[in-house]
């Protein structure tokens, strides 16, 4: 069973595992438009609402984004993305196949530099994307 399986069982009824409004990927049952699939690789409760626990800071001219990646969360991927303009997006980490390094702890807090400096850009923005391989 994937971790994805396991938290949905350790969350949700029988009956709301067969509704896929409920406990789908893309459903946010706690209302807060964070849905399922984040909730489950941040490691936070479907049924709590909740802002993502993701920050962005600047530290030696590059914009950080920093993000709890979740041991369980084997069968997702984390994509770190960086724009100038909100709209043209491209990654600047991916964690694919790079080691979970959270020793014994559930998550291990990750923070990725952004690929351009601040200074050379007018504008800069971060975001992270959880999508499954």
Do not use: C
């Amino acid at each position: 069973m994937s971790g994805l399986d396991q938290w949905r069982e350790t969350d949700f009824s029988t009956a709301q595992l067969s509704n896929s409004a409920v406990s789908g990927d893309l459903a946010a049952p706690a209302g807060d438009h964070l849905v399922n699939l984040a909730k489950y690789a941040l490691g936070l409760n479907p049924w709590i609402p909740a802002a993502p626990p993701i920050g962005v800071s600047l530290s030696g001219s590059y914009l950080h984004l920093t993000f709890p990646r979740m041991k369980i969360a084997t069968d997702v991927t984390y994509h770190v993305q960086g724009s100038p303009d909100l709209f043209n997006w491209l990654d600047v980490w991916t964690s694919g196949t790079n080691a979970y390094t959270g020793g014994t702890n559930a998550a291990v807090f990750v923070t990725v530099p952004d690929s351009v400096r601040e200074s050379s850009a007018n504008s800069r923005f971060m975001r992270l994307v959880i999508s499954k391989p």
